[in-house]
């Protein structure tokens, strides 16, 4: 009796939920997704504060739910792991777009053009594949398919690019001790331009307008050296872009640093930086280190990012009458940004910036891998982000595909598959890939009945 009272009084016993790595590791991206849908990201942090052992009355009262929903979505993930944190399927319409269809269209997109056309339009697309715009429109919305977009890039051919990315990005991650870390370059040719007219100032409905033509009244060069610890900017704008005022400005660091403090500068490959003058200055003070980076790599000078910032809200839809003026507003801008710098956050590994690099040569054709090998490079297989996302994928399918739509797919981009587990997000949920019927069950059953969808993992 004594027994059966003390149940009562504690309740059922709650089931015990135990992670693993890679669920733990799954898990936590979606908790720190912004794209997700909310409802996921909050059973992602449920299921992780439980396996840390955090009482259900303790996650309702976090995430503003009901115990009763808390126990749900806990028993959800024990009986189905993470499929089970997904919605269940809801009753509608039938979809009316065949998987095979769905197939065609992405495959005539990325691979093939059209007629007298770099690149195919949604309504374009719509007319060759006989199907509405709004439709097509969804496909690529879904698949992340931007067909009307493109980007600029730029390989670096320097043969010592491996060394110097990781010199670079390892005084980022960790910086010495007893020294300052300064990124350095230059913005040269910054034109004072005054408008023709007045600007038209914003107001409710429209957006500020400025004139197309300008009077161009000369030039200034900024030099700039952000400290990568702090955040803060010693910057100084000279008339011309030379080796003697890139020495001025290192002296003017030298005298600005304290003695006792070692100097690291991230400069570029220009010449300026490697004149024969420069060389010797430096020579004669060995507190200072100059990393430079890879040929076609500026991206990987943190103070490029700051002279985005002083472009994008100081100086291109500013009006100068003179180049005075304009040094004027650049010194007030810097002002302002060092009484409330923050250093900019370098999230990105040696070994991450390989692997991306490695995938982007291997979508060129004719282009060598070589360079950028994991095997040179020592970098590790790590899972990169995909736009086929479990969300869209199940969000598109709702468990409905077919093998044939899951074999087109793969066909396109199989390392992207592999990478983003499409095989296993289309058959999220408890409805399982369909080709002439429901398959339910585990992945195990689910492999049984189409063997050859383990092809894309």
């Known amino acids: 009796m004594r027994g059966i009272f003390l149940d009562m009084l504690l309740g059922r016993p709650k089931p015990t939920l135990e992670l693993s790595v890679e669920e733990r590791e799954e898990l936590s991206g979606f908790a720190a997704s912004r794209s997700l849908p909310h409802a996921l990201v909050s059973r992602a942090k449920l299921v992780l504060w439980s396996g840390d052992g955090v009482s259900n009355s303790e996650i309702?009262?976090?995430?503003?739910?009901?115990?009763?929903?808390?126990?749900?979505?806990?028993?959800?993930?024990?009986?189905?792991?993470?499929?089970?944190?997904?919605?269940?399927?809801?009753?509608?319409?039938?979809?009316?777009?065949?998987?095979?269809?769905?197939?065609?269209?992405?495959?005539?997109?990325?691979?093939?053009?059209?007629?007298?056309?770099?690149?195919?339009?949604?309504?374009?697309?719509?007319?060759?594949?006989?199907?509405?715009?709004?439709?097509?429109?969804?496909?690529?919305?879904?698949?992340?398919?931007?067909?009307?977009?493109?980007?600029?890039?730029?390989?670096?051919?320097?043969?010592?690019?491996?060394?110097?990315?990781?010199?670079?990005?390892?005084?980022?991650?960790?910086?010495?001790?007893?020294?300052?870390?300064?990124?350095?370059?230059?913005?040269?040719?910054?034109?004072?331009?005054?408008?023709?007219?007045?600007?038209?100032?914003?107001?409710?409905?429209?957006?500020?307008?400025?004139?197309?033509?300008?009077?161009?009244?000369?030039?200034?060069?900024?030099?700039?050296?952000?400290?990568?610890?702090?955040?803060t900017v010693f910057t100084e704008c000279k008339p011309r872009h030379r080796h003697q005022e890139f020495l001025a400005f290192l002296k003017r660091i030298d005298s600005a640093v304290p003695a006792h403090l070692d100097v690291h500068l991230v400069v570029d490959n220009y010449a300026t930086h490697k004149h024969g003058k420069v060389r010797a200055w430096l020579a004669q003070r060995p507190r200072f280190q100059v990393h430079y980076t890879p040929t076609y790599s500026s991206w990987l000078n943190q103070v490029e990012r700051w002279f985005g910032l002083i472009t994008q809200q100081a100086i291109r839809r500013g009006s100068f009458r003179s180049v005075r003026e304009l040094i004027r507003r650049i010194e007030e801008f810097v002002q302002h940004y060092n009484r409330q710098s923050r250093p900019f956050v370098w999230t990105a590994t040696a070994d991450s910036i390989f692997q991306k690099l490695t995938r982007l040569c291997s979508c060129i054709s004719g282009t060598s891998t070589?360079?950028?090998?994991?095997?040179?490079?020592?970098?590790?297989?790590?899972?990169?982000?995909?736009?086929?996302?479990?969300?869209?994928?199940?969000?598109?399918?709702?468990?409905?595909?077919?093998?044939?739509?899951?074999?087109?797919?793969?066909?396109?981009?199989?390392?992207?598959?592999?990478?983003?587990?499409?095989?296993?997000?289309?058959?999220?949920?408890?409805?399982?890939?369909?080709?002439?019927?429901?398959?339910?069950?585990?992945?195990?059953?689910?492999?049984?009945?189409?063997?050859?969808?383990?092809?894309?993992?």
């Not at 950028?372 to 969300?391: E, F, I, L, V």
């Not at 399982?432 to 189409?450: C, D, L, M, P, W």
Request: charged share 25%; proline share 6%.
């Open 60 to 231: 309702a009262e976090r995430l503003d739910w009901s115990k009763a929903t808390v126990g749900k979505w806990r028993q959800r993930f024990i009986e189905h792991r993470i499929q089970g944190l997904y919605d269940e399927l809801r009753p509608g319409r039938p979809r009316t777009i065949s998987d095979e269809k769905v197939a065609t269209l992405l495959r005539r997109t990325i691979k093939t053009k059209p007629p007298g056309a770099t690149h195919w339009s949604v309504r374009q697309a719509a007319e060759a594949n006989r199907l509405s715009k709004s439709t097509v429109h969804r496909v690529f919305q879904t698949f992340a398919l931007q067909p009307h977009r493109s980007k600029t890039f730029k390989l670096s051919n320097d043969p010592f690019f491996v060394e110097k990315v990781r010199d670079i990005v390892g005084l980022y991650l960790n910086p010495p001790d007893h020294a300052i870390v300064l990124a350095v370059d230059e913005k040269s040719q910054i034109q004072a331009l005054s408008r023709t007219q007045p600007v038209l100032p914003m107001g409710l409905g429209y957006v500020e307008g400025v004139t197309h033509d300008y009077v161009r009244h000369g030039t200034t060069t900024l030099f700039a050296a952000l400290d990568i610890a702090t955040g």
């Open 370 to 457: 070589s360079s950028y090998s994991p095997k040179r490079s020592g970098a590790y297989a790590r899972p990169g982000r995909t736009p086929w996302s479990y969300a869209r994928i199940a969000s598109w399918s709702q468990g409905h595909c077919s093998m044939a739509f899951c074999s087109a797919i793969s066909a396109l981009q199989p390392e992207k598959i592999r990478r983003s587990g499409i095989s296993r997000a289309l058959g999220i949920c408890k409805n399982r890939i369909v080709k002439e019927g429901k398959v339910t069950g585990s992945n195990g059953k689910y492999y049984q009945a189409f063997p050859e969808a383990q092809t894309v993992h």
